[in-house]
């Protein structure tokens, strides 16, 4: 069992930057952030594998968003710059750790006003 915490959620302004923090209670192969918009399906931002730190993002937020991970926390973050009202959504922090997206965090609200 592996226990996400994620943080750093908010009210900003177009333009902004916000980041988001993911802690988890233990080793998983990839961690992941998700998103969810009102009335939409949760949608893929961005993961990162642990060894060897590989990277993917969505097209939507390339250029845009950063994902890193801090092997001695156990914790990933998102770095979210030049936000758009159209990134405002619930973000979620997931853990892959067999076969598929295993663990959830309880998610975190993001919402950018224009």
């Known amino acids: 069992q592996v226990q996400l915490v994620e943080s750093g959620g908010g009210l900003v302004q177009a333009g902004d930057s916000l980041r988001l923090s993911c802690a988890a209670s233990?080793?998983?192969?990839?961690m992941g952030w998700f998103r969810q918009a009102p009335g939409k399906e949760r949608e893929f931002v961005a993961h990162?594998?642990?060894?060897?730190?590989?990277?993917a993002y969505a097209d939507s937020v390339k250029g845009r968003f950063t994902i890193s991970r801090d092997n001695a926390k156990n914790t990933v973050y998102l770095q979210m710059n030049s936000l758009k009202p159209e990134d405002t959504a619930v973000y979620y922090c997931?853990?892959?750790?067999?076969?598929?997206?295993?663990?959830w965090g309880q998610g975190t609200q993001v919402t950018v006003s224009s």
């Open positions: 997931a853990a892959w750790v067999a076969n598929n997206w295993d663990y």
């Open positions: 990162i594998v642990w060894s060897g730190g590989f990277t």
């Open positions: 233990g080793r998983t192969y990839a």
